[in-house]
């Protein structure tokens, strides 16, 4: 499994756009990124996957370069609200299931 | 879709006492993952399902663990005996086709 590192933790304000990266530079050739948010007392929730390039939902964008061994999830203008744990996961869609100790983001008024 | 539904959502119980979670995953979902965390683990993966068929039970502690899915629409995860170290929350989470999980709202579980 890719193994992946991301911050412990951010802080950012309001109206703030937050850009959180992650490395994984043993990312394999069938390998997804996957990013997952998770609220206090709250199982995780799906926000994000792709492959290559740039994916981008009603939620956030995904930006992959071309070497794939990093990712960045970007959450335009945060709110309050946007202050959870951020994981980012990677494998192959056997795999992609492992969670690291993920990104704590404080969004501060 | 109610969602992936767990049950009970708070469990209290003394060590050596046999417990049992529950989880009832999406409809149509293939897919049906345990997992565990706490402060010091974070989130850990126990076992997950395909088909019902257990695939993958590295993760599952020692044996005072097991987990079974008789259906496509039940599963429980069991400690017998539990102990005070058990105590986390516990999730069950589905999937379709191995794409985005959805979690349940997990089991907070606490061995006195």
């Known amino acids: 499994l890719a193994k992946t590192t991301q911050p412990i933790s951010m802080d950012s304000y309001e109206g703030q756009e937050v850009n959180i990266t992650c490395s994984h530079n043993?990312?394999?050739?069938?390998?997804?990124i996957t990013w997952y948010q998770q609220f206090p007392s709250q199982g995780p929730r799906f926000i994000i996957q792709g492959y290559k390039t740039k994916v981008t939902n009603e939620v956030a964008s995904l930006f992959i370069p071309a070497d794939r061994k990093s990712s960045t999830l970007s959450l335009p203008r945060v709110s309050l609200s946007d202050t959870a744990v951020y994981y980012c996961l990677v494998g192959d869609h056997g795999q992609n299931f492992v969670f690291g100790p993920g990104t704590r983001l404080s969004v501060l008024p | 879709d109610a969602g992936v539904i767990q049950s009970p959502r708070h469990e209290v119980t003394e060590m050596g006492q046999e417990v049992t979670l529950r989880c009832k995953p999406i409809s149509g979902h293939d897919y049906l993952f345990w997992y565990r965390q706490t402060m010091m683990r974070g989130l850990e993966l126990l076992i997950y399902?395909?088909?019902?068929?257990?695939?993958?039970d590295s993760g599952m502690p020692e044996d005072r663990f097991s987990a079974k899915m008789p259906n496509a629409s039940f599963s429980t995860l069991k400690i017998q005996p539990s102990e005070p170290r058990d105590s986390a929350v516990y999730f069950c989470a589905s999937a379709l086709a191995l794409h985005e999980q959805f979690f349940g709202p997990g089991t907070r579980l606490t061995v006195l």
């Open positions: 399902f395909n088909n019902n068929v257990p695939i993958d």
């Open positions: 043993n990312i394999a050739t069938n390998d997804y």
